[in-house]
């Protein structure tokens, strides 16, 4: 089944302690992408990757990291971890010809 | 860059009514228009699309809408059934990019 797949699906963890969300794609697909959602906020782009090795910032990319090393891998880390990085995290991918595909996402919770 | 506004934040209708949610764009270079329905608990999933040489595209009881002039694009939904109820984001995609820009989500409660 074609699919994107993160874990973990929900996480609390403490501030400051390093985490990181893993992301795969079955498909292919060259372009990669995080986004969180928050109430009110809709969906904004935390970073995107158009290939293998190639990583850009998106609308909201303070405080996180993110690496393509594989073209199905892209995940994200979080080296410090604030409460304000309380969210739903959502991996999607696509091919550039329709929309994205998106994974099941990630509640994160910090205290 | 692109700014897509999504209107309204809340809507309810009773089973059977119609429901309309619009968008509008600010970049007229925009030329890809998909809408997604994010039922709770899950990621957001694509369910209908419109390109910009398309005016009106339409699937079963759900309709996209196109005014290139006015840069704004509705969803439709007839006959609007219990299953319907979710959020429901609009997304514009400016030229070739990859990228697209979402609405902030409309929830929709469809009452028995």
């Known amino acids: 089944e074609a699919q994107v797949t993160q874990n973990p699906r929900y996480l609390i963890t403490v501030t400051g302690k390093k985490l990181t969300v893993t992301c795969s794609q079955n498909?292919?697909?060259?372009?990669m992408s995080w986004y969180r959602q928050d109430p009110g906020l809709g969906l904004r782009q935390i970073y995107y990757s158009m290939n293998v090795e190639v990583t850009d910032k998106g609308d909201v990319p303070e405080g996180y990291k993110v690496s393509r090393k594989e073209k199905r891998n892209f995940p994200l880390i979080l080296e410090s971890p604030s409460p304000n990085q309380t969210s739903l995290y959502f991996c999607?991918?696509?091919?550039?010809?329709?929309?994205?595909?998106f994974g099941s996402g990630t509640r994160l919770t910090v205290v | 860059g692109e700014n897509v506004e999504q209107h309204p934040s809340t809507l309810s209708v009773q089973e059977g009514d119609s429901a309309v949610i619009k968008c509008t764009y600010s970049?007229?270079?925009?030329?890809?228009f998909p809408w997604y329905k994010q039922e709770l608990g899950k990621g957001p999933q694509l369910i209908i699309d419109i390109r910009s040489n398309v005016g009106e595209k339409k699937d079963q009881r759900i309709a996209v809408t196109l005014n290139k002039t006015a840069k704004h694009f509705s969803l439709h939904i007839t006959e609007t059934q219990p299953e319907d109820s979710a959020v429901y984001f609009c997304?514009?995609?400016?030229?070739?990019?990859?990228?697209?820009?979402f609405g902030s989500g409309t929830q929709l409660t469809v009452l028995p």
């Open positions: 498909m292919n697909h060259e372009y």
């Open positions: 999607a991918s696509t091919t550039g010809e329709r929309g994205y595909t």
């Open positions: 970049d007229s270079a925009s030329n890809y």
């Open positions: 997304a514009a995609r400016v030229g070739s990019a990859r990228q697209l820009t």
